[in-house]
């Protein structure tokens, strides 16, 4: 494969495609132009050996909307005519193709919100916005859908440590467990039903909770690791696992004095 390289050509000597089916409404190229202004002119137009834009009709319109007169371009060399026409039109459909981790875009917009960036830059769709987990959305605010916030449990710890069997119920689990090891299944595949069977192990995070504010500071890094509960004593606890007070840092130092 030949190495690509990056040269900067004149708006005024880029020749569009006169057959381009993508359209690109004003909206769109304002939004491309947000996006150029805020990164920079970071995916270039690529071309043909005559300047024809194979990609990045729109880009070239942001760029014109913002007067700039250079812009990065790539030349795709030795593409036959066919080779060009399907690209216009594979460029365009490969990028419609991909998908969306909801749970994950969640959480990546509300950290942005907390960095204080305009998510406006991002162009995300209402219709896009409707797909997100609703307990992550912030459903009081109709104004700006881009104010989405996860909705993290505070749980008050007690003065009494829980027992463990109240943490969690494993009945099922265990129900699952028997009917796999005494199936007649080879081995292997024990060891992965009996993996699985414990994704039926419900756990009450709020007595979880209770029990990590009284335990040891060995067991608390452990419960940490196991995202059972993730602290940081300045501020809630992010990704909506569980929320701990700050009465929690009183009750450590009340039940280990000397641990520190």
């Given amino acids: 494969m030949e190495k690509l390289e990056v040269v900067y050509i004149a708006t005024t000597d880029l020749i569009p495609y006169a057959n381009n089916p993508r359209t690109h409404s004003d909206q769109q190229v304002a939004q491309v132009a947000a996006s150029i202004q805020e990164f920079?002119?970071?995916?270039?137009?690529?071309?043909d050996e005559y300047n024809g834009i194979i990609a990045g009709h729109g880009r070239l319109a942001a760029a014109q909307k913002l007067d700039l007169k250079l812009v990065p371009t790539i030349m795709l060399e030795g593409l036959t005519e066919a080779q060009r026409k399907a690209y216009v039109i594979a460029d365009n459909k490969l990028t419609e193709n991909s998908g969306w981790d909801y749970n994950l875009l969640s959480i990546e917009l509300d950290r942005l919100k907390e960095l204080d960036f305009s998510l406006d830059v991002l162009?995300?769709?209402?219709?896009?916005?409707?797909?997100?987990?609703?307990?992550?959305?912030?459903?009081?605010?109709?104004?700006?859908?881009?104010?989405?916030?996860?909705?993290?449990?505070?749980y008050v710890p007690t003065d009494t440590k829980p027992s463990l069997e109240?943490?969690?119920?494993?009945?099922?689990?265990?129900?699952?467990?028997?009917?796999?090891?005494?199936?007649?299944?080879?081995?292997?595949?024990?060891?992965?039903?009996?993996?699985?069977?414990?994704?039926?192990?419900?756990?009450?995070?709020?007595?979880?909770?209770?029990?990590?504010?009284?335990?040891?500071?060995?067991?608390?890094?452990l419960m940490e690791q196991n995202?059972?509960?993730?602290?940081?004593?300045?501020?809630?606890?992010?990704?909506?696992?569980?929320?701990?007070?700050?009465?929690?840092?009183?009750?450590?130092?009340?039940?280990?004095?000397d641990e520190g």
């Fill in 227 to 257: 995202a059972l509960v993730i602290v940081d004593f300045d501020k809630a606890i992010e990704y909506g696992y569980v929320s701990l007070s700050d009465k929690l840092s009183e009750h450590y130092s009340t039940d280990y004095p």
């Fill in 40 to 47: 920079g002119f970071n995916n270039p137009i690529l071309i």
């Fill in 166 to 221: 109240t943490l969690y119920d494993n009945a099922r689990a265990v129900e699952l467990s028997e009917a796999i090891t005494a199936s007649d299944l080879p081995a292997s595949e024990k060891v992965f039903l009996l993996a699985a069977a414990a994704r039926h192990i419900v756990l009450d995070f709020e007595q979880i909770a209770n029990y990590y504010a009284h335990s040891s500071k060995e067991c608390q890094e």
């Fill in 123 to 154: 162009a995300l769709d209402d219709e896009l916005l409707k797909e997100l987990p609703n307990a992550l959305l912030d459903t009081d605010n109709t104004d700006n859908p881009y104010t989405q916030k996860v909705d993290i449990p505070t």
